[in-house]
């Protein structure tokens, strides 16, 4: 399973981006989905997580300011993040858990990462 991701730029203090991220693959299907972010210098740190039931949770730092929503449709998750401030400046990782049967329909579990994308907030 590959994720690719996309939406990050350049943005002002107080404003807005949305980041997306598609699962792609044979066979699938997707758990948890989780948007990671690590800033220059500073571990990487867990922002949002999105069940395949529904359930969300956030870092501390963006309750409130993030959302994080998924279309399973697409198996695509989204990051609608606002009121950004420069501390949020870091490169954005989707990663998400799942299943996949292979020919035998064997269940294969696993966790994938997306490449990464950069979000800058100049203050």
């Known amino acids: 399973v590959q994720l690719q991701a996309s939406g990050g730029g350049l943005v002002q203090t107080g404003g807005s981006l949305r980041l997306s991220c598609a699962a792609s693959g044979r066979r699938f299907s997707i758990n948890d989905m989780d948007w990671y972010r690590q800033a220059p210098g500073k571990q990487r740190e867990l922002v949002a997580r999105?069940?395949?039931?529904?359930?969300?949770n956030y870092a501390d730092s963006v309750k409130g300011r993030f959302t994080i929503s998924r279309d399973n449709a697409k198996n695509t998750v989204y990051l609608q993040m606002s009121s950004l401030k420069p501390e949020d400046t870091a490169v954005y990782y989707c990663?998400?858990?799942?299943?996949?049967?292979?020919?035998?329909?064997?269940?294969?579990?696993?966790?994938?990462w997306g490449q990464g994308t950069l979000v800058t907030v100049s203050s």
């Open positions: 999105a069940s395949s039931g529904g359930n969300t």
């Open positions: 990663a998400a858990d799942w299943r996949h049967y292979n020919d035998n329909d064997e269940i294969v579990v696993g966790r994938s």
